[in-house]
């Protein structure tokens, strides 16, 4: 029979509908339950394509018996992490700071208040590697409860003064300048890793965000070194395993410091970004390998990810079934040598495990290698390549697929639609362009529809229940503020104009702070802040960056003071930590050069447009249009005339203007291009 769950639109949440676990969504009434029953609750969080999410559930959550002390002794609650962002970070936080590692699954038991008071991430069905079996946690756990209750008590209010306890180190006065940035590129270059590239050890994660600011900084100081980093860790990441050599797009990981092996999942968030870097870098260097994964990346998102409705599933998972039906991770992704015998023949197979390092012995688990470039196999033949990728990829496609998590989350389409725009508008591929505004389309409809406050996730065109958060305000600005560049269409500035005086009105605190949450949002037991660049943007950084690019736009001096004001904490952590806030350094160096604000009086997609767009000058504005209309769409076109009947440029960064020019290789110049 199915449980409470399976009326819900999250993916994860409804692998969970039929489990024997009485399982609750996160909502009042399961507090009210546990506090009617006089139970603990238990909080499980994970999300769709977590590998030892989905072991736990089957180990655990799928037998019987341990469904029925569950049922017993707790209220049940699952949350999809990628849904309720705020649950997660607040819970993380209290399991970090109890245990001193966090993770997927996580397992929290709460008061009826909603105070946590034990944690755990994965627990194992039997006692393994000194860890307790499930069973005996709850056990544990439900006997402190019943004999033990003031201790429990004790323990959940000392953690929840703690957490409440933990102000922000902010960065106090200032923005951070030429010191901190030269600081924090230091400090990247201390933590590079010259043999392979990318930063730190083993498991290793694509730093997107920090080459987005390596790439800027190159661009407003000519510093060879960054560009440096930035091109050997793009050139590494797209020869490892890490990248999908058939199929294009790239893994959540690698989980060795060569980029060989990768931690399958696919995730929307790191396709997005790392789309656009891979433009970003052909943009600063004309790589032709830059520009073929970029485009790629692109067409892997649209392929695979794209939704009917027009917007962008969350996730692929790293599990599928291999050959003898087993749910494995990476069957749909790696190769034997036989394998490459069946498809190719003796011949085209030798050249495929030259060519992509398949080896006898493997790279990965049972013999299987992961497809990759080692790079040693002197000038090939582009078609001989081509006529072999395209065979596999069909065989491959004869697979069983990985799992898709279909659900629209709206910062990580906002991230897509910044990709989609700019890898469209840089390589002339209009259709790009349109998937980008079909996304955009689908996130007004449906994420803002009738209630004017963005809404975190959907699916199948429907809107989930759970309010957006600040990292949807901000990354969905910054997409719609790409598109509005690359399309001229105004609509789009206007839209991230009403996003970002969300952000100012129900985000922002005292002294520049931005909350992860609105001020009008569900209260949990700690209002969850996170300034810190992950796996993607923090919601902090993205809404300085949007609210910059807009200031820049409109001239709002509200909106450049919120941006001044938020990147006081990159002043803080960038000289410190450099490698977690990469977008507020990237943004950081938008301010320092500025930004420049760019207005192309003239046709939209013309020579001028182009040029304007493919300037390399950290974080440009662009606005173009022609005709008396186009001051109405952009404040930028305003008073632009065309001079001498040509399309004209105007360029323009503090208070500042060049003389206007109709010449694109002056333009080019102008914008570091």
């Not at 707790?74 to 999809?80: A, G, M, N, Y």
């Amino acid at each position: 029979m199915a449980n409470r769950l399976a009326q819900t639109t999250s993916p994860y949440l409804l692998q969970h509908a039929d489990n024997p676990v009485d399982w609750w969504p996160w909502s009042p009434e399961a507090f009210d339950e546990a506090r009617k029953r006089d139970v603990p609750v238990l909080l499980s969080v994970g999300y769709a394509s977590c590998h030892w999410c989905h072991v736990m559930a089957h180990e655990s959550f799928e037998d019987d018996d341990t469904a029925a002390y569950l049922n017993a002794h707790f209220v049940p609650v699952k949350v999809d992490r990628e849904e309720r962002p705020d649950v997660d970070a607040v819970y993380m936080e209290a399991v970090q700071a109890a245990t001193g590692h966090g993770g997927w699954p996580m397992t929290v038991f709460l008061t009826p208040d909603a105070e946590p008071f034990y944690f755990g991430t994965y627990f194992p069905p039997e006692p393994r590697h000194g860890s307790p079996s499930f069973q005996q946690v709850l056990e544990g756990v439900a006997t402190a409860w019943t004999d033990r209750r003031e201790e429990v008590a004790e323990v959940a209010g000392r953690i929840v003064a703690d957490l409440a306890g933990r102000s922000l180190v902010h960065g106090g006065d200032g923005v951070p300048g030429e010191s901190e940035v030269a600081q924090a590129l230091l400090g990247l270059t201390r933590e590079y890793d010259e043999q392979h590239g990318g930063f730190g050890g083993a498991p290793k994660f694509p730093p997107a965000m920090a080459v987005e600011f390596l790439l800027r900084h190159y661009a407003r100081t000519g510093a060879e070194g960054a560009l440096q980093m930035a091109a050997d860790t793009c050139a590494a990441m797209a020869r490892g395993g890490i990248y999908d050599q058939l199929g294009g797009g790239f893994a959540r990981y690698s989980v060795d410091r060569e980029w060989i092996v990768p931690h399958f999942e696919k995730m929307l968030y790191d396709n997005a970004l790392l789309c656009r870097v891979y433009a970003h870098l052909w943009r600063a260097t004309g790589s032709d390998e830059a520009r073929r994964i970029a485009l790629e990346t692109a067409d892997f998102m649209v392929r695979e990810l794209r939704t009917a409705e027009g917007g962008f599933a969350s996730a692929l998972d790293a599990d599928s079934e291999d050959a003898e039906g087993r749910h494995v991770e990476g069957a749909y992704y790696v190769w034997t040598p036989e394998q490459l015998r069946e498809v190719l023949g003796e011949d085209d197979a030798a050249f495929a495990a030259a060519y992509f390092g398949v080896t006898e012995e493997g790279t990965f688990e049972e013999g299987a290698s992961v497809l990759r470039l080692p790079g040693d196999t002197g000038p090939v033949d582009a078609a001989r390549v081509a006529g072999v990728r395209a065979r596999l990829l069909a065989a491959r496609d004869e697979r069983p697929h990985p799992g898709r998590d279909d659900k629209v989350v709206a910062a990580w389409n906002g991230l897509a639609i910044a990709a989609l725009a700019e890898t469209g508008a840089y390589f002339d591929r209009p259709d790009l362009v349109e998937r980008a505004t079909e996304a955009a389309d689908l996130l007004v409809r449906v994420h803002l529809g009738e209630v004017a406050r963005l809404t975190r996730t959907s699916k199948d065109g429907r809107a989930g229940d759970n309010a957006g958060v600040l990292e949807d305000y901000g990354d969905v600005a910054e997409g719609f503020l790409a598109l509005a560049a690359v399309t001229g269409e105004g609509a789009w500035l206007e839209f991230a104009g009403f996003l970002l005086d969300i952000v100012l009105e129900q985000f922002t605190g005292e002294g520049g702070q931005l909350y992860d949450t609105a001020h009008d949002a569900e209260q949990l037991i700690r209002r969850p802040q996170d300034p810190t660049d992950s796996a993607t943007p923090s919601g902090w950084t993205a809404a300085a960056g949007a609210l910059l690019s807009y200031a820049a736009y409109t001239g709002s001096e509200a909106h450049r003071t919120a941006a001044e004001g938020a990147l006081g904490v990159v002043k803080a952590l960038g000289p410190r930590v450099p490698r977690f806030v990469g977008w507020g350094l990237a943004v950081a160096e938008a301010l320092l050069d500025g930004p420049r604000e760019v207005a192309v009086a003239g046709p939209v997609g013309g020579e001028l447009h182009r040029t304007a767009l493919l300037g390399r000058a950290p974080g440009a504005v662009v606005a173009a249009g022609e005709g008396p209309g186009a001051g109405a769409e952009f404040p930028l076109l305003v008073d632009r005339p065309l001079v001498g009947g040509e399309p004209t440029a105007y360029v323009c960064r503090h208070f500042v203007c060049d003389a206007p020019t109709t010449d694109a290789g002056e333009l080019a110049g102008k914008l570091g291009g």
